[in-house]
């Protein structure tokens, strides 16, 4: 291997990891919901592009950057409360599959109507970072990258803090493993949903300002959205760690075949590669990386 | 006192499991329900915690109070907070969490940390086995232990009614007994009233001070817990005894069983 092929693997492997912690922050967001509730959000793609168009459209009209990426996250929460109370609360105990429904009507109900209010144009999310790319030594960092990735890590070490050790994350977990015996405890089961939802609602708002500014806000924005199966599927469904494990391994499979197989075939293989993986694990572990195999004694 | 009022408990807005269930337990005191399989010893300790609507149940009449609270309008979490604990049947751990989490959820409606501490340090004095094993994942345990920790866990809310299904269920004897002396010292020392479900009887009723038994959705009998000890009908229902060295022939086995459908 030439000087030259090392620097390209080592570029597209930074690249890779980088474009993978973006990835998982939005796989958190579906995670949380499918831990706590049980709910697939198929809408999860969705709610990161309204949340980029709340952001975009409030720099549209001129308020500092700062205060769009908080609109967006208040926004968020206000909408993910709204969205349990009104919609999910009435499917609780309902087959999965009418949830699963429920969120692909909101889906398309999302796309559309943003489409009809703001017009199918891109919408610029410009962060307050400078364009030129940094240089590590031979490897080259384009600065949007690095802060999406960046704060992509600090709430995933954050929320992964907030599970693990703080009283509230330990009783979302009870309710997760167990609803009615975590009821039995005193938890107040219907809060704790609301919680779920409402911390979606901000890892949402923060994934739309990211990956909104990385590929501008349009109605093509969800699909960032649909990588959030691959990654969870290999992850794990109910794993935290499984989305960031998950979605760096899909960040730096997509940009390998991106740089390696694409010049070969013309391109398009980043797009169907993170599936195919998806099947392959499928059949190999059904509950992913590190999802939760019960726990049996015999 | 927690004391139960004539309740009835519909399932579904159509089936009708509790019908006009009646019982009380004093405090300081335990309280035994027996009966069968299917008989609505389950459903009455959901009804008492709050847990019915979660099964599509409700209680459509009577009332259930705690020293004249009434709890049948409350949700789950303000009856735990309210001084009632649930034991669960099945000894259902939070599998993925540790034993000192699994510990910490049940105080999750208290908000004193020393006085969690203080519980805590009860919880490992009545069960020291659980102390050693504070760090594992509660999935892991054996299964006496499990019971033993899913006891601690109810114990944590500081509760003063502690609601017991079925602690015996598939536990060998020698940690069957364990379980059962605990339950004691829970009452003569912990002060805590108790109400027992159980369907070894011949347990319960050893321990307990008074007793009911529970036939389809109804009280059928009770007493205090010596007296139906030695009542017939429990001996040969219930503890599977009979007068000593008697032979009997199917007939009477069978005549006896006719008397007593109601029973059964």
């Known amino acids: 291997m030439s000087e030259f092929d090392l620097q390209f693997t080592l570029l597209l492997v930074t690249s890779g990891l980088m474009i993978g912690m973006m990835y998982a922050l939005i796989a958190l967001g579906f995670v949380l919901v499918y831990k706590a509730t049980d709910a697939i959000n198929f809408a999860q793609g969705e709610f990161v592009m309204l949340a980029g168009l709340m952001a975009a459209v409030s720099i549209d009209t001129s308020l500092p950057f700062i205060v769009a990426v908080l609109i967006a996250i208040a926004g968020m929460i206000a909408f993910c409360f709204g969205l349990e109370r009104v919609v999910l609360r009435q499917l609780l105990g309902r087959p999965i599959i009418a949830v699963v429904m429920a969120t692909i009507g909101l889906a398309a109900l999302i796309r559309g109507a943003s489409t009809l209010s703001f017009g199918p144009g891109v919408r610029a999310l410009p962060l307050p970072v400078s364009d030129d790319p940094l240089f590590l030594g031979p490897i080259m960092l384009p600065p949007v990258q690095m802060v999406g990735a960046g704060v992509s890590l600090v709430f995933l070490l954050g929320f992964t803090w907030f599970f693990l050790k703080t009283r509230m994350g330990v009783a979302m977990q009870a309710v997760a493993s167990n609803q009615t015996v975590a009821m039995g405890m005193g938890i107040n089961v219907q809060r704790y949903f609301a919680l779920a939802w409402a911390l979606t609602g901000i890892v949402s708002a923060l994934g739309g300002v990211i990956w909104g500014a990385m590929l501008g806000v349009d109605n093509q924005l969800p699909l960032v959205g649909l990588k959030v199966f691959p990654v969870v599927i290999l992850g794990g469904l109910d794993s935290v760690i499984g989305a960031v494990v998950g979605g760096l391994i899909i960040g730096v499979v997509e940009a390998l075949a991106a740089g390696y197989f694409d010049p070969l075939v013309g391109g398009g293989t980043k797009d169907f590669v993170p599936y195919l993986l998806m099947i392959i694990v499928l059949m190999v572990r059904p509950y992913g990386l590190f999802g939760k195999r019960k726990i049996q004694r015999i | ?264």
């Open chain 2, 1 to 264: 006192m927690l004391s139960i009022n004539n309740i009835e408990v519909v399932f579904d807005g159509t089936i009708l499991v509790l019908k006009g269930v009646t019982l009380a337990a004093h405090e300081g005191k335990i309280t035994a329900l027996l009966g069968a399989n299917g008989a609505g010893k389950t459903t009455t300790l959901k009804a008492i915690s709050g847990l019915l609507a979660a099964e599509r149940g409700a209680v459509t009449a009577g009332s259930i109070e705690l020293d004249g609270t009434r709890l049948d309008r409350m949700a789950p979490h303000d009856i735990v907070a309210g001084g009632v604990a649930q034991v669960f049947e099945g000894r259902r751990v939070f599998d993925g969490l540790s034993v000192e989490e699994n510990l910490l959820v049940g105080a999750h409606t208290r908000t004193n940390l020393t006085r969690i501490r203080a519980s805590m340090e009860e919880v490992f004095s009545y069960f020291p086995i659980l102390k050693e094993r504070r760090g594992q994942a509660a999935g892991y345990l054996s299964g006496g232990e499990q019971q033993m920790l899913v006891i601690g866990r109810a114990l944590m809310s500081d509760p003063q009614v502690i609601l017991f299904d079925e602690p015996s269920l598939g536990l060998a004897p020698l940690i069957v007994e364990n379980i059962f002396r605990i339950i004691g010292r829970l009452r003569d020392e912990g002060k805590h009233t108790i109400l027992l479900v159980e369907q070894n009887a011949a347990l319960a009723l050893a321990i307990a001070d008074h007793a009911y038994v529970m036939e389809t959705g109804r009280i059928a009998l009770e007493g205090p817990a010596a007296e139906l000890r030695q009542n017939p009908e429990i001996r040969e229902s219930y503890l599977g005894l009979n007068d000593a060295g008697a032979r009997r022939s199917y007939r009477d086995v069978k005549r006896n069983r006719r008397r007593q459908r109601w029973l059964a």
